[in-house]
């Protein structure tokens, strides 16, 4: 069993622009690098090779834990504010939408003890910043106080399937399913504005109208407001990644993933398939995709400069 490694970082930025139109949120966040998880279809695998470093396993045991994050977020914040005359309240709603969790997970194991992610969102909290938080994790409850604070536009909880065998084979380290499902519901209750991340989808392994339709039915009976999706998308060190998974668990997939996927992109007829087949699901179940929250855009503070995971980032 290969060893997890950590590594303390000092980051001169945490709060990264995001210019992709369709991306319903102004900036990212991730208090880490690498994911635990160990998810073989995370598009965060292809962000390591601005590190110089390959997208294998090496992403989900050598974990890069930014100590200083919730001061680099501070730092940027205050130094938006003082630009624009602004008091600390007042630089959230100007900066617009965060997105807490795009490149790894903020709730991955090492947060427990670490409490970066904590951190941060008191940091989010008093500057009144919109905040998204996506995870597969229930240590999400934890900072329900924290979260109490916040302007959380929504919780996202990340889960593909139901079948909790499949789910260890593809994200060998994810909390398991159903308490993920009973954290929407935790979430809930509590009054946030909470859906499920159903992606991505993985054809043949998660892609059935049954299997769909049941994870829809419990994310609905658990609270969820709505629901995302997207298909798997396998750029060149994704791809690599999760084949070799394929090959330990489902070799009889192999040819028939190579057939559908000629490219990044999974070909266009399932893709249209499979367009018709959430469509329907999501109606019978009452779980639209989640409204875009946009802000007037604001300028970027003074010290922003491109991140990776603002340039080539997608769900």
């Not at 060893?3 to 995001?18: G, I, M, P, Y």
């Not at 919730?70 to 005359?85: D, I, K, M, P, V």
Request: proline fraction near 8%; charge should be positive.
């Amino acid at each position: 069993m290969t060893t997890k490694q950590f590594e303390s970082v000092t980051a001169k930025l945490v709060l990264n622009r995001v210019k992709v139109e369709r991306m319903p949120f102004d900036w990212s966040l991730n208090p880490y690098r690498g994911c635990a998880h160990g998810c073989s279809f995370c598009y965060a695998r292809a962000f390591q090779t601005f590190l110089g470093k390959e997208a294998t396993d090496e992403f989900q045991h050598h974990i890069f834990i930014k100590d200083n994050a919730a001061e680099a977020l501070e730092s940027q914040l205050r130094t938006f504010g003082r630009r624009h005359g602004l008091r600390d309240s007042d630089v959230g709603p100007r900066i617009g939408p965060v997105a807490v969790g795009t490149a790894t997970d903020p709730y991955q194991p090492i947060e427990a003890k670490s409490r970066q992610t904590r951190r941060c969102l008191q940091v989010l909290a008093r500057y009144r910043v919109p905040t998204s938080v996506t995870t597969r994790s229930p240590l999400v409850l934890r900072d329900l106080d924290i979260l109490r604070d916040v302007d959380v536009t929504s919780i996202n909880i990340s889960v593909n399937t139901l079948d909790a065998a499949v789910a260890r084979k593809l994200e060998p380290a994810s909390p398991h399913p159903a308490g993920r499902m009973r954290a929407v519901r935790a979430l809930a209750d509590a009054g946030f504005p909470v859906g499920i991340f159903a992606a991505p989808i993985l054809p043949l392994l998660t892609d059935g109208e049954e299997t769909l339709d049941a994870l829809f039915a419990e994310a609905k009976a658990r609270g969820a407001g709505f629901a995302m999706t997207s298909l798997l998308r396998l750029s060149p060190d994704v791809k690599m990644w999760y084949y070799h998974t394929l090959e330990t668990h489902f070799p009889e997939l192999i040819q028939p993933y190579t057939r559908l996927y000629q490219n990044a992109y999974v070909e266009r007829s399932y893709a249209d398939k499979m367009k018709r087949r959430i469509e329907a699901v999501s109606a019978r179940h009452g779980l639209p995709e989640p409204a875009p929250v946009r802000r007037p855009p604001a300028a970027a503070p003074s010290n922003a400069r491109p991140q990776p995971e603002q340039l080539s980032f997608a769900f």
